[in-house]
Every structure is written in C-alpha cells, then in structure tokens.
C-alpha cells in the first residue's frame, strides 16, 4: 500500500532547545523550485546570526508520488 504524508495546507514552524542550542523547522508547500530558494532565503533573513541553514525539498504532483515502504 502507498505510503501517504501530510502536505502544509500554509508555512508552519516548531523549534527545540538542546544543550542551550536553538533548532528551528519550517515547513511550507511549494510549487517550484525557486519557491522553495525563496523560502530558505526568508530563513536566512529571519535568523541570519545561525550557523547552519539545513534544507531539503520536494517537487512533484502528488499524482507522481509513489511511496513504499520497505
């Protein structure tokens, strides 16, 4: 069976503190690459005293999606 996961419907952020280190998530749905540079470039603003600016993402209709698990 597929394995499914859930899109943001918007942009949504949680953050955690460990050993006094601060560490953001930021989630956001996007169309196309440069929407997805146009996010972390927003991150980078926001917080430009951070060391690390970690980032991944995904393109594709959800149509073209096709998960399993293994």
């Known amino acids: 069976m597929p394995q499914t996961y859930p ?6 952020q949680s953050e955690i ?3 006094k ?11 196309c690459r440069d929407e ?3 996010f972390l470039e927003q991150a980078k603003a926001d917080y ?6 970690c980032w991944a993402y ?11 698990q293994k």
């Open 17 to 19: 503190e460990i050993k």
């Open 36 to 38: 997805a540079m146009m």
């Open 48 to 53: 430009p005293d951070a060391r690390h600016h």
């Open 21 to 31: 280190s601060r560490f953001i998530a930021r989630a956001m749905s996007v169309g």
């Open 7 to 12: 899109i943001p419907v918007g942009t949504t």
């Open 58 to 68: 995904l393109i594709a209709q959800v149509s073209e999606l096709n998960f399993t």
